[in-house]
Structure formats: C-alpha cells, structure tokens
C-alpha cells in the first residue's frame, strides 16, 4: 500500500482544516439563524420580511457577538481585580 | 459514506492517479458537509414553519397552512443568508484588525 506524497498529505491536511473551520462557522449560524429567527420574526411570515425584521435579524448577529466580547473581557476584568487584590490567583 | 477511507493506493500509483485520488477526497468532504448543511437548514427550518404555522393540527393541511408554510420556509432561508452575510463579514472585520 502506497501513501500520498508529502506534498499532497500536507495539501490535505490543509484542506481538512479549512473545511473543519468552515463547517464550525456553518453550524454557528444555524445556532444564530434559529436563535434571531425567534426573537425577531414574530408575526405569521408573508411573501417579504415585515418592517424592521431585517434590520432585527442583522442587529442580532452583530449584538450575540459583542455580547459575547463584553463577557469574556469583563471575566478578564474580573480576574485581573482579583489578581491585583491578592483574593485569588 | 467516507469511501475514500477504504479504498487504499495501490502500489502502482501513478502522480497522476494520486491527484485524481485527492480531488476525489476533497470532493467527497465537500459534498459531505454540503449535505449536513443543507439537512441542518431543513430541520431548522422545519421545526420553526411548523410551531409557527400549523397552531392547531387538523386531519390535513389546509391551503393557508400551506401558503404560511411556503412563505415560512422562504423567509427562512432569507434570515440564514442574513445572519451569513452579517456574521462573516464581523468575523472578516475582526481577522483584519488582529493581524
């Protein structure tokens, strides 16, 4: 049984990555898509979006990500007082 | 599924065959995830469609669960493009002001 060449093992490789980190953002905005769907489309869905349903869906998005920006640096925050306070490490 | 896992190269491989070996994996990851995301969105979306618009289930859909559900679906696929759209380019934005 052969193996690919290096060359092409590493090509792969980087192949796999890639398509590994894509895959992960998909799944990221499937969570997204459902989660802004229940809290932006709230009337019975017609043939185009009601007034201000896009612009929700959108602020959603950009809103979930500084949410989750403010928590971690308010953890570092946090941490960093505990630091300089001697509590804890 | 994951033919490719299999199948092994024979010792008279060819650089030839070899990269045809390759597109072939490639080809086939590609279309697997391809086909997880397209099964995701019709779950999704199928699950919303139906809580939104059959409320109150009878012994077959009627022709307005119908239209709500066609509507739903659409508008369904639109959101996802949407938060896509959005979600990359804030991933995009980000990438360019950490290098």
Redesign the interface.
């Known amino acids: 049984m052969e193996k690919f060449d290096e060359a092409t093992q590493k090509e792969l490789a980087t192949f796999l990555e890639r398509e590994q980190a894509q895959a992960k953002a998909h799944s990221t905005i499937h969570t997204l898509t459902t989660m802004c769907w229940d809290k932006c489309i709230t009337g019975t869905p017609s043939t185009r979006f009601a007034r201000g349903e896009e612009s929700c869906l959108a602020n959603c998005v950009e809103r979930f990500l500084d949410t989750s920006l403010f928590m971690v640096k308010r953890i570092e925050q946090q941490r960093e007082q505990a630091a300089f306070s001697g509590v804890g490490a | 599924m994951s033919d490719f896992l299999k199948g092994?190269?024979?010792?008279s491989?060819s650089?030839a065959d070899?990269?045809v070996?390759?597109e072939q994996?490639?080809n086939s990851?590609?279309q697997e995830?391809a086909l997880?995301?397209a099964q995701?969105?019709m779950n999704?979306s199928t699950?919303?469609?139906f809580s939104?618009?059959v409320t109150k289930p009878g012994s077959s859909l009627s022709n307005s669960e119908q239209t709500?559900i066609g509507?739903?679906m659409?508008?369904?696929f639109?959101?996802?493009n949407?938060?896509?759209r959005?979600?990359?380019s804030?991933?995009r934005t980000a990438r360019l002001e950490a290098q």
Do not use: G, H, Q, W
């Open positions: 092994s190269l024979s010792s491989t650089p070899m990269a070996k390759k994996i490639m990851v590609r995830i997880i995301n995701e969105l999704k699950d919303r469609c939104k618009c709500c509507n739903c659409d508008r369904y639109e959101a996802f949407i938060v896509s959005t979600y990359t804030r991933a």
